[in-house]
């Protein structure tokens, strides 16, 4: 079983920065990819950012040069530098864990099994 929890979200004014963390804590035997979702109100759940097991960074069209995903594996700790931020990123924002589908989509939200409670961020103009 893993937990997931996330922080350092807030509200920020466009062209401002945040960075999310997500600690985990638990135990699984694989870990095929880890990953930062958001949804905002009324829309679905989208993939923002991913990395896999062996390092390969993904991210969606809409965050390319201004979010950064990164770990530190000692620490158990997933990172999401967003800079830039723009009103459309307002979002409650969620890490992910997949464990159970290797060779799958990063950024597919169906191939998560474990998901952290959210930590909201919201970009004003």
């Known amino acids: 079983q893993v937990h997931l929890m996330e922080s350092g979200g807030g509200s920020v004014q466009t062209g401002g920065s945040l960075r999310l963390s997500c600690a985990a804590s638990?135990?699984?035997?694989?870990?095929?990819?880890m990953a930062w979702f958001r949804q905002a109100p009324g829309e679905e759940r989208e993939g923002v950012a991913g990395?896999?097991?062996?390092?390969?960074?993904t991210y969606a069209d809409s965050v390319k040069g201004r979010f950064t995903i990164s770990q530190d594996n000692a620490a158990n700790i997933l990172y999401l530098q967003m800079n830039s931020l723009k009103p459309e990123d307002t979002a409650m924002y969620y890490c992910?864990?997949?464990?159970?589908?290797?060779?799958?989509?990063?950024?597919?939200?169906?191939?998560?099994?474990?998901w952290g409670q959210g930590t909201q961020v919201t970009v004003s103009s």
């Open positions: 990395i896999t097991s062996v390092g390969f960074r």
């Open positions: 992910a864990v997949n464990s159970e589908a290797p060779m799958t989509s990063v950024l597919s939200a169906k191939n998560y099994n474990y």
């Open positions: 638990g135990y699984t035997s694989h870990t095929y990819s």
